[in-house]
C-alpha cells in the first residue's frame, strides 16, 4: 500500500521510497524532514473540501503538509 | 587569547531560532541582505557575561548542509565559510526544538562533526513538557560532546548560561580546535545516531493530547478550515481598510499641516513649490499608507508566529495547485492587497525559485491599497449610488468586480507562466506545520517596527527621488505669463505623445497626462486629474466631490470604465519595479512585468472602452 492510500489515523512505517519518481530537490527536502524508509507515520488529515490533496502526514513527533505525488511514492506497511 | 568576535544561530526552521535571536540580542538588529542573493541577514550584538559584545548572526533555518533552497544555501556557505565576504562564524550555536529532538539532531551532527567550536540551545523545554516530554540536557550534553543549555527563548530562560558557553566554546576552541572532530557519516547513519541519541536524553514521556493535534483537528477540517480561514481573512481585511482609517487620515493632516506650514513660511518661489507640492505632497501620499501596512503585518506576524500561517498555506494549497502554483504562494499573494511591496519581499519564503518568480509577476494585480483613491473618485462620479437587490449598492458591485478582474487576471496569467516562461518540474508543497504556539508582543513590535521601517525608508528614497523628478518635468520649461503650465511642460508634451498611443483605448489628453505622475504611485491620478482640472480645494475629500463633477461633465461613461479598468492592470508603481529588481536580480523581470501588464492594461481598457460603446452606455 502507499501512503496516499494509508486510511486517517493508522500508524504505518514507511518500507520504500521510489525516489526516482520524485525531483530531486523535493526527494532531498523529504528525507531531511525524516520522510525515508524507516519512519513510523500515520496520515494526520488528508484534503481541502473534497478533494484529498494536500496531505498532512505524523512523523516522529512533527507534522509535515505534502501533496498525493509524493506520498504515492512511498510504500507503507501498516503497524 | 584572542577576543571572540562572531557567533550564529543555526538550525532546522521552527525550531524558534528567530525567538530566541530576539531574546538574546533584544530590539537593537540589523537587517540587511547577503550580497546578491534576496536572502535576509540578520545580526544584532549579544553581550557575553564579560561584557564584551560579539556580532551575533540569525542563519536562515535549514535542514541540512546540501541546500535546497537559497536560504539553505546561505547557512550552507555561512557556516563552511564559502560565503564571500562574510567570514565564518567563530562559534555555532545549535538550536534544537526539544521536542522534535530526533528531527532536529539530524542537522545537528552534520554541524558538530565540523568539528568547530559549537553550543547547543536545547529550546523550547517549556513546551515539551507541556507535550509530557522531559529530557535530560546532561545525557545530550554526554552524546553530542558539546555543551547543552536548556532554553526557554520567550521566557528568557537558560540566556545567560547560553551566553556564558558561548564565551567558553571559544576558549575550548582556542586550547584544542579539533576538539570534537568526528567522521563524516550520511544521512541514514546520521538519522539512526539521532534516533539513538534522543531516545537515551528521554528521561520520562507520557503520551498526552497533544493541543496542536487537537487545534489541528479543527483547523484543518476539510470543511470548516477553509470557513475559519475565509472569517479570519475577512477580519484582516476590515482591519486593514477600516481599523487604519483614522490613523491614515491624521497622518494626512499632518502632511497638510506640514505642507501649508512651508507654504506660510516661505517666500513664494520655485524652490517653495519643489518643497511643498512636490517633495512633501509626493512622499506624504505614500507615507499615509503606512497604518495600512503596519495593521496588515500585524496580522500576518501574528499569523507566523502562532503557527498558523502554515496551515492557511495547507489549506489554499489545493485552489493555487489548480494555476500551477502551491499553498505558500498564498501569503505574498494575500500581502499584495495591501501593497505588492511587502508582498514581493514575502515571497522570499517560496522556496522553489520558479514558483517564486510566477507568484512576484503577478502579485501586482491584486488590488492594493494605492488604487483605491482611483477607483473611488472614479466609481463615486459615475456609478449611480442605488441598490441592486438586497441592500447591495451598485458602487460596492463594482469595486468588487474590479477586486475579481485582478484575482481572475492574475490566476490566468500565472496558468499561462507555469507552461511557458516559468515551465519546470512539478511544484511541489512540501511543508513543516509547526507546532501552535502563543505569538509574543515583544517578538511582534520588533517585526512590526523592523517592516515599517523598510517602508519608510523605501519613501525616503526611491518616491523622493521620482516625486522630485516628476515634478521637474511638470514644471520645465516655464510657461509665458497666462499660459497653462502643464501645456508647456516636458510632461505636457509627453503627454501630447502619450494622447496618440492610448486614444484607441478611449482616452482624452487629460487622462494621458495623469498616466504620467501616476507612475510614481497610482494614487497621484487623482491629485493630478484634480490639478489638471484646477480644482483648488485644499482639502482631499472636498476636492474628490469637486473632481467628480468635473469628471462627469467632461468623460463619458465607457471612457470611465476604460479607466478603471487600464488600473485593475497597468504596473503604475515604481516602487514595485524597483523591489522587483532587487529581489529578481536584474532588469530583466522587472521589464518583462512591465511589458506584459501594460500590454495588458491597454487591452483591457480598449475592450471595455468599446464593449461600453457599443452598449450605448
Same mark, same amino acid.
Given at each position: =500500500? ?71 511514492? =512511498? ?5 | ?30 537587517? /540587511? ?8 541577514? #540578520? ?129 575550548? $576552541? ?21 534516533? $539513538? ?203 468588487? $468586480? ?20 516559468? #515551465? ?113 480645494? /485644499? ?6 466631490? /469637486? ?40 532588469? #530583466? ?25 457599443? /452598449?450605448?452606455?
Amino acid at each position: =500500500m502507499t501512503l496516499d492510500l494509508l486510511p486517517l489515523g493508522q500508524n504505518a512505517r514507511i518500507i520504500a521510497v521510489a525516489w526516482d519518481q520524485l525531483v530531486d530537490e523535493e526527494a532531498q527536502r523529504l528525507r531531511a524532514l525524516g520522510l525515508d524508509a524507516g519512519a513510523k507515520v500515520s496520515v494526520a488529515h488528508r484534503g481541502v473540501f473534497a478533494g484529498s490533496d494536500p496531505l498532512a502526514i505524523t512523523v516522529g513527533r512533527m507534522t509535515v503538509a505534502l501533496r498525493r505525488v509524493h506520498a504515492r511514492a =512511498m510504500t507503507v506497511e501498516p503497524a | 587569547m584572542t577576543r571572540l568576535r562572531s557567533a550564529a544561530l543555526v538550525g532546522n526552521p521552527n525550531a524558534g531560532k528567530s525567538a530566541l535571536f530576539n531574546a538574546l540580542t533584544g530590539a537593537r538588529q540589523k537587517i /540587511a541582505n547577503y550580497p546578491g542573493v534576496t536572502v535576509e541577514r #540578520k545580526s544584532g550584538r549579544l553581550i557575553l557575561p564579560s561584557g564584551e559584545p560579539v556580532e551575533l548572526t540569525d542563519l536562515p533555518g535549514s535542514y541540512g548542509l546540501h541546500p535546497t533552497s537559497p536560504d539553505e544555501e546561505v547557512t550552507a556557505k555561512v557556516i563552511l565559510g564559502q560565503f564571500p565576504g562574510e567570514s565564518a562564524p567563530e562559534v555555532l550555536v545549535i538550536v534544537l526544538d526539544a521536542s522534535n529532538l530526533e528531527q532536529h539532531l539530524v542537522f545537528a551532527q552534520e554541524v558538530i562533526a565540523l568539528g568547530r567550536p559549537t553550543v547547543v540551545a536545547l529550546n523550547m523545554v517549556d513546551l515539551a513538557e507541556r507535550d509530557g516530554l522531559v529530557l535530560d540536557p546532561k545525557a545530550l550534553q554526554e552524546a553530542l560532546g558539546v555543551p547543552v543549555v536548556p532554553t526557554v527563548a520567550v521566557r528568557r530562560r537558560g540566556l545567560d548560561e547560553l551566553a556564558a558557553a558561548i564565551a567558553v566554546a571559544e576558549v575550548r $576552541a582556542a586550547i584544542d580546535p579539533a576538539d570534537h572532530h568526528q567522521p563524516h557519516t550520511n544521512l541514514t547513519e546520521r538519522r539512526l545516531t539521532a534516533h $539513538a541519541v534522543a531516545e537515551a536524553a528521554i528521561i520520562s514521556e507520557t503520551r498526552r493530547h497533544r493541543m496542536h493535534a487537537k487545534l489541528d483537528r479543527v483547523l484543518l477540517h476539510p470543511w470548516i478550515g477553509p470557513v475559519i480561514l475565509f472569517a479570519l481573512l475577512f477580519v484582516v481585511f476590515q482591519a486593514v481598510f477600516a481599523g487604519a482609517t483614522p490613523f491614515a487620515d491624521a497622518l494626512d493632516g499632518g502632511v497638510g499641516w506640514l505642507h501649508d506650514g512651508v507654504k506660510g513660511a516661505m517666500a513664494p518661489s520655485l524652490a517653495r513649490d519643489l518643497l511643498t507640492d512636490g517633495i512633501i505632497a509626493g512622499v506624504g501620499s505614500v507615507v499615509v499608507f503606512l497604518p495600512q501596512i503596519v495593521i496588515l503585518f500585524f496580522f500576518i506576524l501574528a499569523m507566523e508566529a502562532s503557527g498558523y500561517m502554515a496551515r492557511a498555506a495547507f489549506l489554499m494549497d489545493r485552489m493555487m495547485a489548480g494555476v500551477g502554483l502551491s499553498g505558500r504562494s498564498f501569503i505574498p499573494l494575500l500581502s499584495s492587497f495591501a501593497c505588492a511591496i511587502p508582498g514581493i519581499m514575502a515571497t522570499r519564503s517560496i522556496t522553489d525559485p520558479r514558483d517564486r518568480l510566477t507568484t512576484i509577476l503577478i502579485a501586482p494585480m491584486m488590488t492594493c491599497s494605492a488604487r483605491l483613491p482611483v477607483y473611488a473618485v472614479i466609481i463615486a462620479a459615475f456609478i449611480p449610488n442605488r441598490s441592486v437587490a438586497l441592500g447591495i449598492g451598485l458602487q460596492g458591485l463594482v469595486l468588487l $468586480a474590479l477586486y475579481v478582474a485582478g484575482i481572475v487576471g492574475a490566476m490566468v496569467v500565472a496558468l499561462i507562466l507555469r507552461r511557458s516562461i516559468t #515551465k519546470g518540474a512539478a511544484s511541489g508543497f512540501i511543508m513543516e506545520l509547526p507546532k501552535y504556539q502563543m505569538p509574543r508582543l515583544k517578538d511582534l513590535a520588533i517585526g512590526l517596527f523592523q517592516r515599517a521601517w523598510i517602508f519608510l525608508r523605501r519613501a525616503g528614497t526611491i518616491i523622493f527621488t521620482v516625486t522630485v523628478v516628476l515634478w521637474l518635468l511638470l514644471n520645465f520649461p516655464r510657461a509665458a505669463d497666462g499660459r497653462d503650465q502643464i501645456d508647456a511642460s516636458i510632461a505636457g508634451h509627453i503627454a501630447n505623445g502619450l494622447a496618440v498611443v492610448v486614444e484607441p483605448i478611449g482616452f482624452n489628453r487629460d487622462m494621458s497626462l495623469a498616466l504620467i505622475p501616476a507612475m510614481a504611485a497610482r494614487e497621484v491620478a487623482v491629485s493630478s486629474l484634480a490639478t489638471t482640472y484646477a480644482v483648488g480645494a /485644499a482639502d482631499d475629500d472636498e476636492s474628490n466631490r /469637486a473632481l467628480g463633477a468635473q469628471l462627469a461633465r467632461r468623460w463619458t461613461l465607457p471612457m470611465a470604465l476604460a479607466f478603471l479598468a487600464w488600473f485593475v492592470f497597468a504596473p503604475q508603481c515604481m516602487s514595485t519595479i524597483a523591489v522587483t529588481r532587487r529581489e529578481t536580480n536584474g532588469w #530583466k523581470w522587472p521589464l518583462f512585468m512591465l511589458g506584459y501588464l501594460f500590454a495588458l492594461a491597454y487591452v483591457a481598457a480598449g475592450v471595455t472602452f468599446w464593449a461600453a460603446t457599443a /452598449a450605448g452606455l
